[in-house]
Structure formats: C-alpha cells, structure tokens
C-alpha cells in the first residue's frame, strides 16, 4: 500500500479511533468501530472536507494511482477507503446541499464525471534494466468499481442540480477558466443567488479545494490541447475535449460526442494504413483504447443518470421530499429521456453497420455495444408518467411498455429490430463455442455472455412495446412479422442446442456444462420473450402471420426439448430430485410456456369462430401444433414421477411434509395449466391418457393381489405412476368449482356434442363427438373398474400394503370433481336448447336414470367400503366423505337417487346403531345387511370424521315430501340426541366419572356429532337444524361445568358453538337467538376463567414461516371464540334490516352487545402483541373490534377502564398495521370513539383517569400513520379518525401538531403549521365539535383537503 499522505492519514486515524465512536459503542470490533465512525462523519456533515481531500490525494498520488491500476492485492485497503471516502462526501454533500455553494458542487460534480470516465493521464518515469530512464505517458483507469461509484455520484449530483439552466444570454454558468485555473464565475454565484436564496457564497475551504481539482491529473489530461483538428504531431488521435457541464444539453451533447468518437476511432482502426511504423501505430491503438474506454463508462454514466430519475436506484438518500423527486421524474421525462435514448440508438446502429460491413463482430466494441445495450434498456424500463402524472407507463401488471408516440423513428424500425437479432445470433455463435485455450480469453467470454443477455432483455423490451406508438394495425403486425421471424430463428437453435441434452449422459465435459448454464439462462429469458408477445399482440394478431404455425410448432418444440432433458437429468441420478442440479430453470420454462398456451387457447377472440374465419383456422393451428406437446408432458412427468418414487423406496427416504406439501400445490398448479393444452385438441390427449392407463391397470390388478411385506421400489414406482395419470386426467376433465356450482368445462363440453348446423352462429360442436365422448366413458369405466378391484382387494386383505391408501385418495378426489359435473348435468352448462342436450355427446352418458344410478351406487358403495375397511386411514376417510357431499349437494333428483342405493341405508344404519359408540365400545347392535365387523370398523373412525359423515347423510336424506328422507333425516338426529341425553344424564346423576378416559371420549364424540349437524346448512329447508339444536344449547355449554379445564373439549365446544352460529344466525328467531347467547355467554365465562386469564403466549422471534403458521395453530381456541363474537355481532345488523323491510321483532341491540362485549372481556386478557403477530387472529380480532366500535360506541363509555383502555390501545396497535383491513378496522374504531366523546361525552369518566389519552393516539395517528409511506392506501379511514379527533379538543390538537412540528428545522416546521392551519378549516371542526359530525358535504370536503394536505406533507416536509 502507498505511503499516506496528510488527508488520508488524518482519516484513518479517526475512522480507528474508538474514542470517536458514538456513545455506548466503544466495545465494538474493530470493523464495527470503523463503520461506525465512518457514518459518524458522515452524520456530522464533515466540516473539514476529510472525505474529499483524502479522495484527491489518493488519485492525485502517482504510486496510488498505479497501485490501484494494476489491482494490486497489497491496495485492497486504500481501493476500500477511496470507495467510503466518494460514498461519504456524496451522502454529505447531497444531505447538505445549500450549505455548499453552486460553484463547488457542480464542479464536483462534473469532476467525479470525468474520473469514472478514466481521464487520469499521468507521465510515469520507470527504469529501461540498463540504467537508463523511460518516461511513460499513460493514462490511467481506476478500478471498476470505483469509477461506477464515482460516475453514480455524479448522475446524483446531476438529479440534484437538474433544475439549472443556462444564462439569459445562452453562454454557460461555470465554464472552466484556463487562464484563471478556477471554476466558476462570480456571475455563475450571482445567477444561483436569484435563483434560490439559500445558496451560500463560495467558501475559503472550497476555494482551496477548487484549485486542487484544477490541478489534478484528470483536468490534465482534459484540457490538453488538440491542435491539428484532433491529432497531436505524430499524427495520433486525441481525446475529445469535454467542456465544463452546464446542463442537460452539454452533458448530452459530450456524452453523444463520445460515443461518436469511439465509433470513428473504430471505423479508422479498421481503415488504417499498415504502412505506419509499429510505435506510431502502438501509441495510436493504445489512444483508441481509452477513447473506447471513455465511450464504454460514459454509457455507465447514463445508465445510473436513468436509474437516477428514474427511482429504480434505491441506494443513494437525497434528503428531499418527494415533491423534488417527482419534479426531477418529470423534468427528465420531458427533457432528458428521449436523448438519452437518441444516443444509445445512434451507438447501436454505428456498431452494428460496422459489424455489418465487416461482417465480423469486433472484440474491441463489444463492450461498447454491452454498455449501449443496457442504456436501451433502461429507457425502456422507464415508467412513464408513474409520478408526473403523464398518459403513458406500464400496462397493468402485464409488463407491456406504452413509450411515446415520439420514439417511433427510434423503436419501430425493420431494420433495428433485423440488426438486434443479427448480432444476437452472431453473439450466439462467438460466445457459445469458444472456450479458454482455443482463442477466447475467460474475460472475454464473460463479456460475450452479459452481451447476450442484455441483448435478450432488450429484445422482452421490444417485445412488449404497445400503443399509439403504432400508427395503425397495418404497422403493429409489420414489427410484429419482423419479430417472430428473427425469434423462430433464435428458437430453432435453442432447440437444436438443447437436444444433445435430451438424452441421459453420465459426464458432462466443461464445455458441455458452461454451454448448458448459459442456454438455461437464453431458454428462460426467451420464454419470457413468448409470453410478452402472445400478451401483447394476441392471438388476434399472432393468427394473421404467414409463420403462425411455425410459431406455434417453436413452442411445442422447445417445451418438448425441455421436458425430454428433465427425464435425462434425472435419469443421470438415479431418480434423486435433490440431486439435480439447476432443475428450477426448467421448471420456470415450462411454466411460462404453459401460460402461454393458457393465453393462446382461451383467447376470447376464438369464441366468435365461425366456419373457415380466421378464427376457426387459427383454432386449428393451435390444435395441430400444439396437441403433440400435451402427450410428452403426460409421459415425461409420469416418468419423473416414476424415478423419483422408486430412489425414494430404494433409499427409504422421505420428503419433508413442508416440501412435500408446496411441491404438491406446484404441481396442481401446473397440471391445471397442462389441462388447458390438453384441451386445444381434447381426442389426442384422451388418446394419449387412455393408452398410458390400460397399459398400467393390469399391472396395478396383478400388483394388488399381491400380498407382500412391504412396497418394493417397482411397485411404487409403478402406484405413482397411476396416482399422476389419475391427477392428469382428472384436470382434464374437470375445473376446480369450490364455491361454485360445478360444470363439464366449455372446452370438454364444445368437444363432445354434435356441430352446429346453423351458419349464422358461432362455431360449437365437434365432427368427432362421438368418438370423443366414448373415450372420456372408457375413461371413467377404466378408473371406476380400477377402484372396485382395489376396494375388493383391501375386503381381503387391508392390510396389504400394495393397496395404496395414497392411490384411492386420488380415486376419490378425482370422483369428486368428475361426478359433481358429468352425473345429471345442468341444462345450462349447454350452449345447445334444453331438448338437443340430452340427445348427444357428453351430456347424454350419465343423464338417463338408469345409468346415473347406476354411477352413483358405485360412489356410495366406494365410500362406505372404505369407511369400513379403512376407518383408520384418515385420507381416504376424508375423500369419501367428500365425495359423498359433493353429491349430496347436487339438485333433488341426484338426492332421490342418493337415497335408492342400498349402500346409502346401510350408511344410515351404521350412524344410527354407532351415534352412542365410542372407539373402545364393546357393545355391538345387530343390524339386518350389516356385519359386526363394519359396525366395529365404522366406530373405529376417527369422531371429527364420523361427523363429516353425518353432515353427508344429513344432506343428502334432506329432500321433503320423500317418506325414505324424511325418516332417514330424523332417525339420523334422534340418534345423536338420545347418545347426548345418555352423557348428560349419566353426567349430572354422577353415574360416571368425568374425567374417566371413557367419558370424556363420549364427550368428544357427541360434541363432534353436533357440530357434524350444525355444518348441515346447505340442507333442503336448513331451518330444522334450529329447532332441533337450540334445546340442547344450553346443555352443551354446561358442559363446561365438568370440562372448563380441558381446553381439548373446550375448543371442540368453541368449534361448534362458531360453526352453527356462522351458518345459521341469520335465520333464528328472537327465542333461538337468546338460547344462543345466554349459552355463549356461559360457554365464554368458562373458558376464559380457565384459559384466559393466566395463559402466557410466546412468540418466537424472527421464527420460520412454517413455525409461525404451526404455532398460530396452538391457538385455534382463541381464534374460535373471536369468530364467535363476530358472528354473533352481525345479527342486530340483520334483525335491525329484517325489522326494517318486514316489521318484525328482531333481537334488541343491547341484547347482542351484552353478550358480545362480555365475551370480548374475557378474551382480552390474552390479546397481547405477541398474539396480535399472528395474522389470522390479528384479522379476526380487529374484524370484531372495529365493528363493536363502529356500531356500538355508546357502550364503550360504560365498560370498566381497564378493560376499555385495553380496547384503546389495541385500536393505538392496529392503526399502524401492516395488513390493511387491522389498519382500517382500527382507525373506524377510533373515529368512532371519537364521534361519540363529542356527542355525549360519554367517555368523560375515562379521560378524567387519563387526561392525554387523545393527545397519545393524535400523536400516534400522526407519527405512525398520516407521515409513514402506508398512508397512501388508508387515507379515507385515516381521514375519517383525523377530523373528529382534532374536535374532541382542537387546543390539544395544536399542541400536539406543535410539539411535533418542533423537531423539525425552521423551513419546515413553518411548511408542516401552514399545512395544518389550512386543512384544519375552522367552519368544518366547528361544526363538528358542537356534535354534528359536519354533514355528508363537509365529510367529503375534509377527505379531499386531507388528501391534498397528505401529499403536500409528503412531497415538500419528510425526505427520502
């Protein structure tokens, strides 16, 4: 390392001087002392200018400066202070700004400008060996890093002064004296003071260190004089002389003069005579490196002055408000922007006809081309009107560009867009096949890399471009023709690269795997390509192509290519997921092509096909191109899936439930992208699905009658090769229609019935119908034989472990969605008349009696053998149910068929005869048609899951004016009324004891039964589940007069009591509300005597996602008994609008009040921080705080003040939330308070406990909300709790608006009172404190004004 010199040695000190450090951090490390007397200068403002001198002795210092050429390893230390001494002088500078005269900053600022370019000419006297001197002129290049820094300083300083301008007369303020060696000009410091008054005269300090910059190496070598017209004697080129920056105009017009000159000096390089002598020619290439060298760090330049403006580069603090950034972003937008786009295009386009001319791409300007690139793309990247408000910017969340219609002579060129592939294709062949020793330096490879890819980010950019940029259709398909051409070219050797991959090889050589991770990274960014062009241009657009098809073949092919490599990868490790290396980038390619085929095949533009339109033929491309790729990805994943099980049984391995559980939802949702592509042409992929099932359906009979110890790795392989196919072919035949009623997908449906005649509608139907339709029945009959041969298996034998419970899971989900759909469809899924729908395709397989019974049976018999073959396989019992449900669902003619099938009375009888049977009961009642043995079976399940069961049964028997329903529906419940009159008799006679194990599992299976019935609200006429329910309420809750200790019964009683009043609280009567609450309200005082008021919550800091949801879980009880209030809240909402419409007695207000503020006193207790950090509960709680507040502020007054501060303060919390709706729910809750001090005084008792209770939360809303960035998406409610808080007593208010105003200095604190005095407006807090809350007029014209008054504060008082 050099010798320290004054400045450097007088910083070091104090940066290890651990007396400087700040209070209570002189134990710190060494490191840490350094960085934290480092932001301790920079935090003092450094009155001595130590950052800066130190700066200038160091690239001032010969031996320094040749030290940090070279990168010596010795001067990673002075590399490191250089670095922290430009950050520190910017962040002081930029932070201080007025206190620095006009001439000082843009000096430095056009002084760091001109060091990162590597304007640093030194002569340097170096010995020959012999004794002899040789002078060298030379100049020099700081480190990369050091001169991006100092360029970034500079585009900083630029934003900051951006707003100068030249002088009246059109000369430039600040040019360089020559004569003087000084910068600036008095007149300069004059037209500043005009200008802004707060600029200060040139200081003794800055004086002096202006005549250091004169005199520093880069001033040297940029005012060297260049006679001769550019050429000094030896007739060698010179540098360009920059002038002085004044303004945009001079910056840019230097920054295009650069450019150019690079490019000449390129051009001339290729021109020159080989006649010159070697040194000449030496000396002139060493010239035209650093010409090049300039041009390639003034494209950095621009690159950071963009990103400066606009806003993407977060790392650099400016201490302005944002009015100043906003002012910036549209100045730049307006003044700077296009140029800079005007220069990056200009060197573009003089690179590449020089490419073109020679065609050959020239090492020398790659760089040059590298740093063109990125400056293109940045200005594309530029949003336009996000802060100044303009008509263009992003479209959406799509990523499209909507640039100007002024940048068309720059963007919509044929040829721009032919020269980009050109090079990109060249680059292709330059830079993938060269390796190190075979002509490339490593270097250079890199470069050719990061050249390709800024290429490919150009290339998303210019795919994205949109609107009136194109003058018309005609013009947007033209520059869409160029594009695809040149993109079909690129993708057709992507897919010729990537094939020698597709197959399984042990080792790779280094070329094989340095030429694979850059195609991964070309594979992505291309598929991204492919997204933004099909959601740019449509099929609408894409259709109309002479190369469509083309197109379209390039994405099955390249999908094909991918999926058949993912095979080989994990081929090459013997099926071992974790083993493969970089899978995630195919995973990412093969998701975006799948978007792509989504947005392609469920275009709304092919709905309007008719027969031989461009619809209908685009419809037939998509089928013919596309269909092929479905097949491989059926085949491929099964494959996958196939490895993988069998190295996991090989190794007895397993995943963990987390990744497990995410890699399954990965997985659905691929497969419900992959059902779209499946339906471009539905009869191959059920072709391609049939084939691959009948092939394995033998083998998984021969393999269920195999009785074995345990699955060998073969047979696991091949299960899950089944469950995939199943999977598969349930997404293609089936939507997900949770919530909803369930329909055959449109294009399932527009594939299995007969065509359409008429010429004069749209295109539906399809010729091969028939076809069609047979082959999705072969389907079902397929999957239905394969579950009835494993179901008989596991009567014979459950214990095989070949009969996969994982596999009938899957069985079951797809019988599910299958049957909700396809048995009895609605009418109105069909686009054909009532009378045509049954006559043909689909709809006419499962719509006559006989077959839909027959379908059916087979579904409730699958269920109930599983119920009693498999009670403890908790999956399986889970997707019977669910199945059973579905079906129960359905309209009353699947009810009635429900209710024929035999396998549906043995249900009800195994409910009946095991409601008071526990799983250790010995007691076994016969029943005709049922064994002891499924009586014994059907017990055995777990009691949540009985319940889900009886809801089914419930469901499905609850059609009237049916004998067998009625009867089967009130068996069902006298069952489990005649167990519960059992429990509670034996209970209360002390005929057994409570807590015997016997007992409490009683317990815990009468309290699951009830809730099974409360969950029975999608029943015909639901309202005989209240009428049975409400006398037994009172009894379940007395429960807790045995059980308050047992939090297991308590949350199962909280369970139920949530459940029936969510689903049925809106349609009790005032008699069954009342047996509602008083139950509640009991079940409540026992739960929180017992687990509210000592239970300490913990929560983990910094914890894992994963633990923080499990850990919410120990919790379920607290987030129960918070839904509870909740729904118990909402009924004097609906009563008051049932009362109002029909003019009956609903239940009184205060009724629900009681109850719901005295369950909210007995979970307060447990709502501390540490809980309110859960989310789920943080939701729920603030739900039934706001609305309490909202609705009923009159009680609040009465509750006790402990229990009423602990409201308030939980309402202080949840203002400042992150989550949106805790925000808004607390801030109504406030304003609500509020209202009701001002209109009844209501809360006078508080406040005389706690006087500056309002004062605390108007500092808070201010400090924490109103001055916080999260204002801007909860202004209304903000505005809503400012107003009548600032009334309750508008003398506090100013107080406290004082005292925060005097924190702040005198320019703003003056800003921020201004501010206040004029939203504050006297006739609206008036109004509003004399107890009218202003009107609906004056409210609005509060929210505006708060509005306005928010960005005000936020644009010229808090800084960023």
């Known amino acids: 390392m050099a010798t320290s010199t004054t400045a450097t040695q007088e910083l070091l000190t104090v940066l290890h001087n651990n007396q400087n450090s700040p209070p209570g951090s002189q134990h710190q490390q060494p490191l840490q002392t350094y960085h934290a007397n480092l932001q301790s200068l920079r935090d003092s403002g450094d009155k001595s200018f130590l950052f800066f001198r130190c700066f200038l002795e160091i690239t001032g210092n010969d031996d320094s400066l040749y030290s940090l050429s070279q990168q010596d390893p010795q001067s990673a230390q002075l590399a490191e202070l250089l670095f922290h001494c430009i950050l520190g002088f910017r962040h002081v500078i930029l932070h201080r700004w007025t206190q620095f005269s006009s001439r000082f900053r843009n000096s430095s600022r056009d002084f760091f400008f001109y060091l990162g370019l590597g304007l640093l000419r030194r002569?340097?006297?170096?010995?020959?060996?012999?004794?002899?001197?040789?002078?060298?002129?030379?100049?020099?290049?700081?480190?990369?890093?050091?001169?991006?820094?100092?360029?970034?300083?500079?585009?900083?300083?630029?934003?900051?002064?951006?707003?100068?301008?030249?002088?009246?007369?059109?000369?430039?303020?600040?040019?360089?004296?020559?004569?003087?060696?000084?910068?600036?000009?008095?007149?300069?410091?004059?037209?500043?003071?005009?200008?802004?008054?707060?600029?200060?005269?040139?200081?003794?300090?800055?004086?002096?260190?202006?005549?250091?910059?004169?005199?520093?190496?880069?001033?040297?070598?940029?005012?060297?004089?260049?006679?001769?017209?550019?050429?000094?004697?030896?007739?060698?080129?010179?540098?360009?002389?920059?002038?002085?920056?004044?303004?945009?105009?001079?910056?840019?017009?230097?920054?295009?003069?650069?450019?150019?000159?690079?490019?000449?000096?390129?051009?001339?390089?290729?021109?020159?005579?080989?006649?010159?002598?070697?040194?000449?020619?030496?000396?002139?290439?060493?010239?035209?490196?650093?010409?090049?060298?300039?041009?390639?760090?003034?494209?950095?330049?621009?690159?950071?002055?963009?990103?400066?403006?606009?806003?993407?580069?977060?790392?650099?603090?400016?201490?302005?408000?944002?009015?100043?950034?906003?002012?910036?972003?549209?100045?730049?937008?307006?003044?700077?922007?296009?140029?800079?786009?005007?220069?990056?295009?200009?060197?573009?386009?003089?690179?590449?006809?020089?490419?073109?001319?020679?065609?050959?791409?020239?090492?020398?300007?790659?760089?040059?081309?590298?740093?063109?690139?990125?400056?293109?793309?940045?200005?594309?990247?530029?949003?336009?009107?996000?802060?100044?408000?303009?008509?263009?910017?992003?479209?959406?969340?799509?990523?499209?560009?909507?640039?100007?219609?002024?940048?068309?002579?720059?963007?919509?060129?044929?040829?721009?867009?032919?020269?980009?592939?050109?090079?990109?294709?060249?680059?292709?062949?330059?830079?993938?096949?060269?390796?190190?020793?075979?002509?490339?330096?490593?270097?250079?490879?890199?470069?050719?890399?990061?050249?390709?890819?800024?290429?490919?980010?150009?290339?998303?950019?210019?795919?994205?471009?949109?609107?009136?940029?194109?003058?018309?259709?005609?013009?947007?398909?033209?520059?869409?023709?160029?594009?695809?051409?040149?993109?079909?070219?690129?993708?057709?050797?992507?897919?010729?690269?990537?094939?020698?991959?597709?197959?399984?090889?042990?080792?790779?050589?280094?070329?094989?795997?340095?030429?694979?991770?850059?195609?991964?990274?070309?594979?992505?960014?291309?598929?991204?390509?492919?997204?933004?062009?099909?959601?740019?241009?449509?099929?609408?657009?894409?259709?109309?192509?002479?190369?469509?098809?083309?197109?379209?073949?390039?994405?099955?092919?390249?999908?094909?290519?991918?999926?058949?490599?993912?095979?080989?990868?994990?081929?090459?490790?013997?099926?071992?997921?974790?083993?493969?290396?970089?899978?995630?980038?195919?995973?990412?390619?093969?998701?975006?092509?799948?978007?792509?085929?989504?947005?392609?095949?469920?275009?709304?533009?092919?709905?309007?096909?008719?027969?031989?339109?461009?619809?209908?033929?685009?419809?037939?491309?998509?089928?013919?191109?596309?269909?092929?790729?479905?097949?491989?990805?059926?085949?491929?994943?099964?494959?996958?899936?196939?490895?993988?099980?069998?190295?996991?049984?090989?190794?007895?391995?397993?995943?963990?439930?987390?990744?497990?559980?995410?890699?399954?939802?990965?997985?659905?949702?691929?497969?419900?992208?992959?059902?779209?592509?499946?339906?471009?042409?539905?009869?191959?992929?059920?072709?391609?699905?049939?084939?691959?099932?009948?092939?394995?359906?033998?083998?998984?009979?021969a393999l269920f009658a195999m009785d074995t110890e345990c699955v060998t790795p073969d047979a696991a392989a091949l299960l899950e090769e089944a469950r995939l196919l199943i999977m598969c072919t349930g997404h293609l035949l089936t939507d997900d229609c949770a919530g909803e009623t369930p329909f055959i997908p449109e294009a399932v449906l527009n594939s299995c019935v007969k065509p359409s005649d008429s010429p004069h509608t749209f295109k539906t139907g399809s010729d091969d119908f028939a076809a069609t339709t047979n082959a999705i029945s072969q389907i079902v009959n397929l999957l239905m034989g394969l579950a009835e041969c494993q179901v008989s298996k596991v009567a014979m034998s459950p214990n095989n472990p070949n009969l996969s419970p994982l596999l009938a899971k899957t069985l079951l989900w797809f019988f599910t969605r299958w049957s909700s759909a396809y048995i009895l469809p609605s009418s109105s899924a069909s686009p054909l008349s009532e009378s045509e729908s049954g006559q043909n395709g689909i709809l006419a397989t499962w719509h006559n009696q006989e077959m839909s019974q027959q379908v059916v049976s087979f579904c409730v018999t699958l269920c109930l053998h599983y119920f009693t073959l498999w009670p403890h396989e908790t999956q399986v019992i889970q997707g019977s149910s669910e199945l059973l449900l579905s079906l129960a669902k359905r309209e009353r003619n699947v009810k009635i068929l429900l209710m024929s099938c035999p396998s549906m009375e043995q249900l009800f009888n195994l409910h009946v005869c095991t409601a008071g049977q526990i799983h250790s009961s010995s007691e076994n009642i016969a029943i005709s048609g049922i064994s002891e043995n499924m009586v014994s079976a059907f017990k055995r399940i777990p009691y949540k899951y009985r319940a889900s069961i009886l809801t089914a049964i419930l469901t499905s028997c609850s059609e009237l004016n049916d004998t067998k329903s009625e009867s089967c529906f009130t068996g069902c419940l006298q069952a489990v009324q005649n167990s519960f009159h059992k429990l509670v008799e034996a209970l209360q006679q002390k005929k057994v004891r409570s807590h015997d194990v016997f007992t409490l599992e009683m317990t815990c299976l009468c309290v699951e039964l009830f809730s099974g019935i409360a969950r029975a609200s999608e029943i015909c006429h639901p309202e005989r589940i209240p009428i049975f329910m409400t006398p037994f309420l009172s009894q379940l809750a007395g429960l807790m007069n045995f059980y308050a200790a047992d939090l297991t019964i308590c949350e199962l009683l909280l369970v139920l009591f949530r459940d029936y009043t969510e689903r049925f609280i809106v349609a009790l009567d005032r008699e069954q509300c009342m047996t509602v609450f008083r139950a509640s309200a009991d079940l409540l005082n026992g739960y929180s005597t017992n687990h509210c008021q000592s239970r300490v919550i913990r929560k983990a800091v910094n914890d894992s996602e994963e633990n923080n949801v499990q850990e919410e879980q120990n919790y379920n009880d607290v987030l129960c008994a918070i839904q509870l209030l909740n729904n118990i809240g909402a009924k004097d909402f609906v009563d008051s609008f049932s009362s109002e419409r029909t003019g009956t007695k609903g239940v009184d207000s205060n009724e629900v009040i009681e109850v719901v503020f005295y369950g909210l006193k007995q979970i307060l207790p447990l709502m501390t921080n540490g809980l309110l950090h859960f989310p789920t509960l943080c939701k729920q709680y603030f739900s039934l705080l706001g609305f309490m507040m909202d609705t009923y502020p009159d009680k609040i007054g009465m509750l006790p003040f402990d229990l009423f501060i602990g409201i308030f303060n939980s309402m202080l919390f949840g203002m400042s939330h992150t989550d949106l709706f805790v925000s808004k729910s607390s801030l109504q809750g406030i304003a609500a308070l509020c209202r009701e001090q001002i209109e009844s005084k209501s809360l006078s008792n508080h406040l005389t406990q706690n006087p500056s209770m309002f004062d605390e939360c108007s500092k808070r809303i201010l400090e924490e909300v109103i001055f916080q960035n999260i204002i801007w998406d909860r202004i209304e409610p903000a505005a809503n709790a400012l107003l009548p808080l600032a009334a309750v007593d508008m003398n506090r208010f100013a107080a406290v608006v004082n005292t925060i105003s005097q924190q702040l200095d005198n320019e703003k604190k003056h800003k921020i009172q201004e501010a206040f005095q004029k939203l504050m407006d006297p006739e609206v807090i008036g109004k509003v404190s004399k107890g009218n809350y202003g009107g609906r007029l004056n409210r609005m014209r509060f929210r505006k004004d708060f509005e306005l008054f928010v960005k005000d504060i936020h644009s010229k008082v808090l800084v960023f």
Request: hydrophobic share 40%.
């Open 123 to 701: 002569k340097r006297t170096t010995t020959d060996g012999q004794g002899g001197m040789i002078v060298e002129d030379t100049t020099i290049r700081l480190p990369t890093m050091i001169a991006r820094v100092c360029l970034a300083t500079s585009a900083a300083l630029w934003k900051r002064s951006w707003k100068r301008r030249t002088k009246a007369d059109g000369t430039a303020a600040g040019n360089y004296n020559h004569h003087q060696g000084q910068f600036g000009t008095e007149e300069d410091d004059e037209q500043d003071q005009r200008e802004d008054l707060s600029v200060v005269a040139v200081s003794d300090k800055e004086v002096h260190l202006l005549q250091r910059m004169a005199l520093h190496p880069v001033w040297v070598a940029a005012t060297t004089d260049t006679g001769n017209n550019g050429y000094d004697d030896n007739g060698v080129q010179m540098l360009p002389v920059p002038l002085m920056m004044i303004n945009g105009e001079t910056l840019f017009e230097f920054c295009n003069e650069t450019v150019m000159h690079a490019l000449k000096c390129i051009k001339a390089n290729d021109t020159a005579s080989v006649n010159i002598q070697q040194q000449q020619q030496q000396q002139q290439q060493q010239q035209q490196r650093v010409i090049l060298h300039m041009a390639i760090m003034t494209c950095v330049f621009l690159s950071s002055l963009v990103g400066e403006f606009g806003g993407s580069n977060s790392a650099i603090t400016y201490n302005c408000p944002l009015e100043f950034h906003r002012t910036s972003h549209v100045l730049f937008e307006q003044e700077g922007i296009s140029k800079v786009l005007n220069i990056a295009m200009g060197g573009l386009s003089g690179i590449v006809s020089n490419w073109n001319n020679h065609n050959v791409i020239q090492d020398d300007s790659v760089e040059l081309a590298l740093g063109v690139v990125d400056v293109i793309v940045d200005v594309l990247g530029w949003e336009f009107g996000s802060i100044g408000g303009g008509q263009w910017g992003r479209t959406g969340g799509s990523g499209l560009v909507r640039p100007p219609e002024s940048w068309r002579e720059y963007l919509i060129r044929p040829d721009l867009l032919g020269a980009v592939f050109y090079v990109y294709t060249s680059m292709r062949s330059l830079g993938g096949r060269k390796e190190q020793g075979q002509g490339q330096a490593p270097v250079t490879i890199t470069v050719l890399r990061r050249f390709q890819h800024s290429l490919r980010q150009l290339l998303i950019g210019l795919a994205s471009i949109t609107g009136s940029i194109f003058q018309d259709k005609a013009e947007k398909g033209a520059y869409l023709e160029y594009f695809v051409n040149g993109l079909l070219s690129v993708l057709s050797m992507i897919v010729s690269d990537l094939s020698p991959f597709a197959s399984v090889q042990e080792e790779r050589s280094s070329v094989e795997e340095m030429l694979l991770e850059e195609l991964q990274r070309e594979t992505v960014d291309f598929c991204w390509m492919l997204m933004r062009i099909v959601t740019n241009f449509r099929v609408e657009g894409l259709s109309v192509l002479q190369n469509f098809s083309s197109f379209l073949s390039a994405i099955s092919s390249i999908g094909d290519v991918l999926l058949q490599i993912s095979v080989a990868e994990l081929a090459a490790v013997q099926g071992d997921a974790e083993a493969v290396a970089d899978g995630d980038w195919r995973n990412e390619a093969i998701g975006q092509l799948l978007e792509v085929v989504c947005l392609l095949s469920e275009d709304h533009w092919l709905l309007s096909a008719r027969s031989g339109n461009l619809q209908d033929m685009a419809r037939h491309a998509l089928a013919s191109s596309l269909s092929p790729l479905y097949g491989t990805y059926v085949l491929c994943r099964i494959e996958m899936a196939k490895m993988e099980e069998y190295y996991l049984t090989v190794n007895a391995a397993d995943l963990d439930e987390v990744k497990e559980e995410i890699s399954g939802a990965s997985m659905n949702e691929e497969m419900d992208a992959a059902s779209s592509l499946g339906r471009v042409h539905l009869p191959s992929s059920l072709s391609c699905l049939s084939s691959a099932l009948q092939s394995r359906v033998p083998m998984l009979q």
